[in-house]
């Protein structure tokens, strides 16, 4: 990214972080011992508890979910889901 360019990430309240995720085929939310999670074709994926996620905030999940989807979720399709 060059300087002074504007990221397509946004900040991204819990709820449609999860509703995003269920449309891409995630179950859940299930209660864990200390956080919630989904559930995808056997891989767990914790969800944080804070309300909204920073953009740094939402990175970090989102990486994970390109681990268990097998394919990068790009900026675009990810803002087509919120």
Do not use: K
Not at 13 to 32: A, T, V, Y
Not at 50 to 68: C, F, K, S, W
């Amino acid at each position: 990214m060059h300087r002074g360019s504007v990221s397509p990430w946004r900040p991204c309240r819990r709820r449609e972080f999860i509703r995003s995720l269920r449309r891409l085929g995630f179950d859940g939310p299930f209660s864990g011992t200390r956080h919630q999670f989904l559930i995808y074709e056997g891989h767990r994926l914790t969800v944080p508890s804070n309300p909204e996620y920073t953009v740094p905030q939402l990175r970090v999940p989102l990486r994970e979910v390109g681990d268990i989807l097998g394919r990068e979720l790009s900026a675009e399709e990810w803002i087509a889901l919120v």
